[in-house]
C-alpha cells in the first residue's frame, strides 16, 4: 500500500470564517464599490450612509450607518456579507424609496463617519454595538484619507433631538450623560420635531394599505426598572418536518416582552399573517404549561387552566442557554416551530431584531407539511396538471416563480419595525 505523500494530510478540515470574521478580516482588502449618503444631511445632522466594497464574483459586502452629528454619532449600523447584486439594489431601491440618496465619494462619507463618531465620544457616548463589525467596511482612519470639515453639533455644542421612539428614560440617560460631560447649560434638547405632524388616519392609510399585514393589538408599555434589569435572547426558531430547504430563523427579542410579543415577532419574522391560533408549550400539544391566547369560548384541546400570552413574559419560562419549547401555529395545518434559546446575553434591547434565516414561509392553508411539499413537488414541473391551478391560488403574475429558497431579512425587519416600534 502506497504511504501518503510527505506534507498531505487525510481528512484535512478547512474551517469557513464567519461572516463577521470574514469583514475583520479581509473586507478592506476589497475595492470601495460606491457610495451614497441622503440629501440634505448637512441641514438636518443626520446621516443615512452606505458603504459597499465588490467582490471578485460580483458580490458586495456593505455596511449602513446613521450618523448624527448633532449630538450621538452613530446610532445604528448593518453589515450585509456577500450579498447578490440584485440583493444590494434592492437595499438601495428601498433607501431611495424612504428618501432622497445621491452617489457621493468614500472620502466624504469616510469624513461624516469619523466626525460624528469622535463628536459623540468627546461626550461620553459609544457607538452602536454592531459597529464592532461593521468599522472594518471602512478605510483606517488615518492621514491617508484627505480630511474634510464637517460640521458637528450646532454652534459647537452638542444638540440632541429627541427621536421618534425614544422613551422617558432615554431622553433623561441622555441629558445626564450631557450635564456629566459638558457642563450644565452646555447643549440643547430639542423635543421630537415631528411629532403630531402626521395623524392616526393618515399613517394608516400609508402603512397598512395591505390587508395581509399584520394587525398588532397588543400593547409595549413596560416598566422601565423591569427593563434596566433585563437582558436580550437570541433564538433559533425552526418549522419541524421540513427539508430542502429547512425553514428557520434567528431572531433576539428582549427577555421583558411577552409571549404574546413573541408571537407577533414569530408572525413577522417567518411571514405568516395571523390568520390562526396559536400555543407555545414545552413539547407540542399534551404538554405543560401551555401558553396562549385565551377566550371565554376556547376549546380546551385537553388542557384545564392554559395560560394567557399577555400576561407572561418569556423570562419567566427561559432561564438557561439550551433550552427548547415548541411554537405551534393553526392547529389545522398544525406548524410546529421548534424554539431553541441560543443565548442569553446582558445587553438591555427594546425590540425584537431578526439576524438571519433561512427558506420561505409555507403558504397559509396549504395542508401542513404534506399539503407544503406537495405545492412545491408541483410547482417545480410546469406540465403538471394542478400547475396552472397552484399559480393562480398563490397570486404569481405570468412569468412570476415561487421560490422555495427565498428569505429577505429585511423585509422581516421592516415588519418587526412596523409592528413594534411605531406603538
Known sequence: MAKPKKGKTKGKII?????????????????IHECWVNRGWKTDGLVSAIVSRKHTNGNLTFGMFLVDLKCLGIKDTQYFFNASPSG?????????????IEQVSYTLVHNIIFAGLEFADDYGFNPHKDYS?????????????????????RNGKPLYIR????????????????????????FEFVENPFAGEVSDEEWDEEEWDNEEELNYDGSLDFDEREMANSGT???????????????????TMPSYYTFFHFH?????????????PFQFSPKGFGSEPCIKEVFDDDPDFGYEDPIEAKTIKLSEI????????????????????????????????RFPVCITGKGKCPPEDCGGVWGFENMKHILADKKHEEYEEYIEWLGLEPGETWDPHEFDVVEANRLLLELFATK
Open 15 to 31: 474551517q469557513m470564517l464567519s461572516p463577521e470574521n470574514y469583514i475583520k478580516q479581509n473586507a478592506r482588502k476589497l475595492p
Open 88 to 100: 444590494y439594489q434592492e437595499i438601495i431601491d428601498r433607501s431611495r424609496h424612504n428618501f432622497e
Open 133 to 153: 463589525v461593521s468599522q472594518y467596511i471602512l478605510e483606517e482612519d488615518t492621514n491617508d484619507i484627505e480630511l474634510m470639515e464637517i460640521e458637528c453639533g
Open 163 to 186: 427621536g421618534p421612539y425614544d422613551t422617558d428614560a432615554q431622553v433623561n440617560q441622555i441629558i445626564m450623560q450631557l450635564e456629566k460631560t459638558g457642563g450644565f447649560g452646555n
Open 233 to 251: 435572547f437570541q433564538f433559533k426558531i425552526q418549522i419541524n418536518n421540513i427539508t430542502k430547504p429547512p425553514i428557520w430563523r434567528r431572531i
Open 264 to 276: 407577533y415577532a414569530l408572525q413577522a419574522a417567518f411571514g405568516w399573517t395571523n390568520s390562526h
Open 318 to 349: 427561559f432561564k438557561k442557554e439550551g433550552q427548547k419549547f415548541n411554537y405551534i401555529y393553526d392547529f389545522g395545518d398544525d406548524w410546529t416551530h421548534k424554539i431553541t434559546l441560543e443565548k442569553i446575553m446582558p445587553e438591555i434591547s
